[in-house]
């Protein structure tokens, strides 16, 4: 299916704008990947910085699909599966979202956050053109989600839950870490 193909479920996107059903609200910001899946960033309301704060949300293309948060276990099980074939790549993927977590700085208002253009895609995309392989995520959803996850956790001073996340799986890769360990602490909840 090419990307003029794309059909998504019309009560969630309305061609230009991912929309919230409850409480009703429109994305702010709405990126697609090549492999037709939206990401919807929509205002949230945590921290001591909620103005900024913003949610994530995805739609993958079919008229019956529903818009729902991307868990951390989407993108983790997705390189998991690259490793076999790819481990140095992987690896350095995930290093190079370790440093840019360490230099990143949380956004400065609100409308910085929303004319946010992404810094780390193209770059991993086209470094890494050769991870992209049938029946996986695209990179380039996978290199936007966690950009989006990197900044929206240095909104919350004192917050670590992803940065650990990414160092775990680094530590996995290099043989520190069990390959349970790792999609537990990808679950929804863990801490």
């Not at 492999?35 to 103005?51: A, P, W």
């Not at 739609?59 to 993108?75: E, N, S």
């Not at 990414?166 to 043989?175: E, S």
């Amino acid at each position: 299916m090419t990307r003029a193909e794309y059909i998504y479920n019309s009560k969630y996107y309305n061609g230009v704008d991912l929309i919230q059903l409850r409480p009703r609200s429109f994305a702010f910001k709405t990126i697609k990947t090549k492999d037709g899946t939206l990401v919807g960033l929509f205002q949230g309301e945590r921290g001591e910085r909620s103005d900024i704060d913003f949610v994530i949300k995805i739609l993958i293309p079919g008229a019956d699909k529903v818009m729902r948060p991307p868990t951390h276990t989407f993108w983790v099980v997705d390189l998991l599966l690259k490793i076999p074939e790819f481990k140095s790549e992987v690896r350095e993927i995930v290093q190079y979202y370790i440093d840019y977590y360490e230099r990143t700085t949380p956004f400065g208002s609100v409308e910085e956050r929303n004319n946010y253009q992404l810094e780390t895609v193209e770059e991993i995309s086209t470094r890494y053109v050769q991870l992209e392989q049938p029946y996986t995520l695209s990179l380039d959803y996978v290199a936007t989600v966690i950009e989006l996850f990197c900044k929206n956790e240095k909104i919350n001073p004192g917050a670590y839950m992803f940065r650990d996340l990414l160092i775990m799986l680094r530590d996995y890769i290099d043989g520190r870490r069990h390959y349970t360990e790792v999609l537990q602490a990808a679950m929804p909840g863990f801490r």
